[in-house]
Structure formats: C-alpha cells, structure tokens
C-alpha cells in the first residue's frame, strides 16, 4: 500500500478554525448558563432530580451527548449534574447498566441497539437475569466500516466479499488462524459483519473465527495482525488507514443504505422512577442531534469529539468522515460528499423505528442469539419507547415532517438484493443461505 503521511491541508481545518471552533462552544455554554440559571425546562414542573450518569464508547456516534454535556444542553432541560462517564468495552457497559448508578454503574447510555433487547431479554447478562431497559432515541444512522488487514490490499475488496474467501483459505491452509473482530456479541457491528462475510459465502462461525475486541483496541491489534478485517465506527477505521495499517472495504450504508445503528438506552427503573428527569435528557440528546447534523456545524463536531475527555484522538482522525469525505485507503478511491455519512437527525435518523428494532432481532434469531419462536413483537413492546421520542418531539415543537407518520419505515432491501419486510421477517430469515436456525 501506498505510504500515508498526515498533512494538515488533509483536514481542511487549521489551527486557527480549531481555536475558533473550541471558543465557540465555550462561549456558547456560557450564555446556556446566563440564560438558564435555574436549569430548569418548565419551572413549575421540572425533573424529578438534577442529573443521571450515561455512559458511552469512543465512537463518533455518541456525539450528540459529547454535545449535550459541552454545550450545556442537559443543564438546559433542567439536568445540569448529568455525568457523561467513558466505557471501557460495551461489555462494562452493559455490567454498569445492570448495577445502575445506585449500586455505582450509569442509569444510561449511547449504545449498540440490539444490546438493551439482549440485556432486557437476560441473554447477555451474569445469571441470564434481565435487567429492563428502554431504547429512547436512535442515536445516528450509517456511517461504520469494515475494514481489512494491508495484507489483502491486492484483492481491494468492496461490497463483494467473495474474493476475501479465497484468500483466508489459503491462509488457513498454511496454519495461520483467521480472524474477524467485532465489538459485542449480536450487536450492531457483529451483524455488520456477519452480513458482509456470510453475502460473500464465508461462514462467520465456520470458515473464519469471530472475536470480541473493544473499538479503541482495534487498530492496535490490526497493527500485530490479531486480525485479518473489523467492524467498528470512526475514527477507528480512519486512524487505521492514517497509520498504514488496513483500508476501507465497506462503508456499512453500502450494505444497507440508512440503516439504524446506536440508540440513547436507559434503564426501565430510572425512566418509571424519573419520567421528567428521563424526558428531559431525551429533549437534550434530540437538541445536540439536531445541531451536530449541520454542515456548518461539522468542524466544530469534529474538534468536541477529538477532546481527550470524549474520543482523545487526532482531529484529522475523525473530520473528513464526519463531514463526508471517504477516502478508503485504496489508491484512487476517494469519495466526496458521500452519501453514507453519519446522519444524525435528516431521514428520520433519532426516531426509533420498531421495524428495525424488529430486524436486529431477527439477524440475532438468525445467528443463534434467540430462540427460532422468539417472542420479539412483545420484547419490542417493552423495550421500545417511540411514544417518549413523539412526547419529547412535539414539547421541542419539532416541524411534523420531522415526525414519521409510522412505527415502521416498510421494507428494506440489501446491497446483495435481499429484502426484510417487517411484516413477514420468516420469509426474510428463509432467503438466506447461510444461517444457524431452521425456518
């Protein structure tokens, strides 16, 4: 591969903007404090207490709360002690959800959206105890990656992982181990990628083993070849390449164009117990969705998100993404103004859809997560709360084109021609070839 060197051209963001852009935010939760000194949204009917502990993963997609905490928007909406605590691994996540913040873990978090059904559900949890959980809010669509080891740079793999079969067999076939590494097990990443290997023909249990690695680990252990491809969002896969390490395959919009991906998740125990205080870090969350989605908005993104207190990476790892631009790593394959950037409010990107709430569960159902007569419509029932997000929109006095109209968004169809039509998902699971459950 062609040796990278960082430029500071190569951000189109200079010292002078990066300066400008850190002013402005505190200038910005200056005047929230000015205007808002009681903290309060409603002064004869504010939140129940003052703040709640949420936790969130080094990913560029828990921006909206890097933003609610920096520019003062929890404090806005009458939550101004919110802590927003960094996760080690969405396992610890997961751990300090079930203890809560009374037994010293979060009562919240930006999270991976098949997790609060897994935890919910007590598959994922010590004892398969179940701790309930609420999915409040989709956190962003699109905008993940798959990325793969320099060693395949030749085969300069796409969408089609075909060719990338070939070549683990033969590395398999000289006593070397192949490896895939994802972020949690059935959650959004490992289903990333167990889509992409399992289109091309490889088997994601079979032909290539399937690891757990937290995002801040994988480029690290690219980098010592623990694997040979992983899932992740940014600025993982951008450090990689930044580093000489791997390229880009895919861009996770190219297997499904708008897809969801994270969720604002709380504990069903904080929400039943703190409706208002609940309500209130949502019409925050929404706010910071609404202002990090604005082109103009993108380089001031970019510099919240690289602080050391938030993702504590280089600017130049996570702007270009952020504001569109694709560069794969891969000689002359650079996208302008892609068209699966990272959306967090257009398309109705915060809105929780119970279709594909309905879809994560069945590609868990398909790899084994579930029981094949799973009951999910009840699971979806209970866990997903859309009805708090139209609350929340229409107290913000969100534009009602902003607001679908529907708790589905209908069929959705796959870059390989499959289709998942929320109506009938045992059709969709019958399609494909690879699986691990009998339709």
Known sequence: M???????????????????????????????????????????????????????????????????????????????????????????????????????????????????????????TQNNQPTPMYILARLNLDSQCISVASEYADLKLGVDATPFKAALEKKKASGKAVKAAMTFPGGTHDLW??????????????????????????????????????????????????QNIGYTAITTGELWNKHPEKSFGMRAAFVDKYPKAAKALLMAVMEAQQWSDKAENKAELAAIMGKRQWMNCPVEDVLDRTAGKFDYGLPGKVVENSPHIMKYWRDFASYPFQSHDLWFLTEDIRWGKYEANFDTKALIAKVNREDMWRDAAKTLGIASAEIPTSTSRGKETFFDGKVFDPENPAAYLKSLAIKRVEV
């Open 2 to 124: 062609t040796k990278r060197t960082r430029r500071p051209s190569d951000t189109g963001l200079s010292r002078r903007q990066l300066l400008k852009a850190a002013g402005s935010t505190a200038a910005l939760l200056a005047a929230v404090k000015l205007n808002f000194p009681a903290g309060a949204f409603a002064q004869d009917a504010g939140p129940e207490v003052k703040g709640a502990k949420l936790g969130f993963i080094a990913l560029s997609d828990a921006g909206p709360l890097f933003v609610a905490k920096d520019k003062g928007l929890f404090a806005k909406y009458g939550m101004p002690d919110t802590d927003v605590q960094k996760q080690a691994s969405w396992g610890t996540t997961r751990d300090n959800l079930v203890l809560g913040s009374e037994g010293n873990g979060i009562d919240g978090a930006h999270i991976l959206t098949p997790m609060p059904y897994l935890i919910s559900a007590g598959k994922v």
């Open 193 to 242: 990628i167990r889509y992409w290997l399992a289109a091309g023909g490889i088997d994601p249990d079979k032909d290539i083993e399937t690891i757990v690695v937290p995002p801040a680990q994988m480029v690290a252990n690219m980098k010592v070849g623990t694997m040979d491809c992983f899932c992740v969002g940014e600025p993982w896969n951008l450090q990689l390449i930044h």
